[in-house]
């Protein structure tokens, strides 16, 4: 069995296992910290927008590091607003929304987070995006691989090859809904999605009429060798179910 440590966030004592991250520790203990490019469906986080900082002390030494891949080694005391935190994250945040200025969320954040004084940072007009990389992750873990990162400098961003519709893409949403930006556009109506700039015909389950995706995700989630499903994931176990009884009451 891990090894047990406890340790005080906020004043706070939390109990948590030898090796676990300080962030997974203070959600788990109601303490907030923000975070952006980190997201649950992950295990591997990519640290790299630096808003989830905080201040350790450990043996009398304070430093600060990022909770969401802080591993906790040894008993500490943790500080998720103290002053200097409250100051290097308004700095951060500040950054990041002046990257994305058309984000509604880093603009809500900003205002929650920020503090004045950064009127001479230049902002990447129209932009959404803090190039944080979850969409491309998501992507790539689904085998899918269609988008990556393009360009440099300040003209780097996410896209399909040569932002042409990507034969890979199965418009899944996968990149929209991890994004914490919401900086991945797409249409849909009753019957087709559009993202990335490809069309993509909606899959309805033939027993319950629910929305499955699109055709292409359905059938890439199935597999190569499979059957594409034609019915939805619960009707699927309810008509296993009731194949069952009528098992039963026959034998
Ligand atoms: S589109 Fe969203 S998820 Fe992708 S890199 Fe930009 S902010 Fe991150
Ligand atoms: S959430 Fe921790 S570095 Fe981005």
């Known amino acids: 069995m891990n090894e047990m440590l406890t340790i005080t966030i906020d004043g706070v004592e939390c109990t948590c296992q030898k090796g676990e991250y300080l962030y997974d520790v203070a959600t788990r203990n109601g303490i907030w910290i923000p975070v952006l490019c980190r997201s649950d469906a992950f295990d591997d986080h990519r640290a790299c927008c630096r808003i989830c900082i905080v201040e350790v002390e450990e043996r009398g030494r304070r430093k600060v590091v990022t909770a969401c891949v802080y591993p906790i080694e040894q008993e500490c005391t943790v500080y998720t607003k103290s002053e200097k935190i409250l100051e290097e994250r308004a ?47 998501a992507c ?13 400098g300040t003209d780097k961003k996410v896209d399909t090859p040569y932002g ?9 949403l996968s990149c929209a809904n991890v994004c914490p930006t919401d900086a991945i556009e797409y249409t849909q109506t009753d ?13 309805f389950c033939e027993e319950c009429g629910s929305l499955m995706g699109t055709t ?36």
């Open 91 to 137: 700095v951060i945040m500040a950054l990041l929304a002046h990257r994305a200025p058309d984000s509604e969320r880093m603009a809500e954040m900003n205002k929650f987070m920020g503090r004045s004084g950064f009127d001479r940072l230049i902002s990447v007009d129209g932009e959404k995006c803090i190039l944080c990389g979850l969409c491309v992750q």
């Open 140 to 152: 790539n873990s689904l085998g899918t691989g269609a988008i990556s990162t393009v360009l440099r």
């Open 164 to 172: 042409n519709p990507s034969a890979f893409c199965v418009g899944c």
């Open 191 to 203: 019957t087709t999605r559009t993202i990335w700039n490809r069309e993509f015909d909606l899959a």
């Open 216 to 251: 292409e995700s359905v059938r890439h989630a199935a597999g190569e060798d499979s059957e594409v499903p034609s019915v939805c994931d619960a009707c699927r176990k309810k008509k296993l179910a009731d194949e069952m009884m009528q098992t039963y009451r026959y034998v």
